[in-house]
């Protein structure tokens, strides 16, 4: 039952849209430009939080900052002191750069959009 409300529901919604659409252009058009006004102020807000969370969880990965490409991810050895309970990430050298490469560029990208949007002020 609940379904089927929710799908007439969502049907109505669908053709109200169209006809006001139809019906009434100036308005839909001055709607569509508000909407995407809206889109184009908070995207590189969006861009900024999301290169935050990928920094966030390769620094996650790798223990630490990037700044050290020597740098070791904790736990790796055979013989570490501190760590364990499965937290610790093993992984191949190839691999490691690859990320450690990622997370430069990701950080540098999020740098120019810091800038770009100090600049925008």
Do not use: C, H, W
Not at 26 to 42: G, S, Y
Not at 45 to 55: F, R, V
Not at 78 to 106: H, N, T, W, Y
Request: aromatic share 4%; hydrophobic share 40%; no cysteine.
């Amino acid at each position: 039952m609940k379904t089927i409300l929710r799908l007439i529901t969502l049907a109505v919604g669908f053709f109200a849209g169209i006809f006001v659409g139809v019906r009434y252009p100036q308005q839909a058009a001055n709607l569509d430009r508000v909407r995407a006004e809206e889109q184009a102020k908070i995207q590189p807000k969006i861009e900024e939080a999301a290169a935050k969370a990928k920094l966030e969880i390769l620094n996650r990965v790798f223990g630490g900052s990037s700044d050290s490409a020597a740098s070791r991810v904790p736990g790796a050895g055979f013989v570490s002191g501190g760590g364990g309970g499965g937290s610790d990430v093993i992984m191949p050298p190839e691999k490691k750069a690859d990320l450690m490469k990622e997370m430069d560029q990701a950080k540098k990208e999020l740098q120019d959009a810091q800038s770009k949007m100090g600049g925008a002020k």
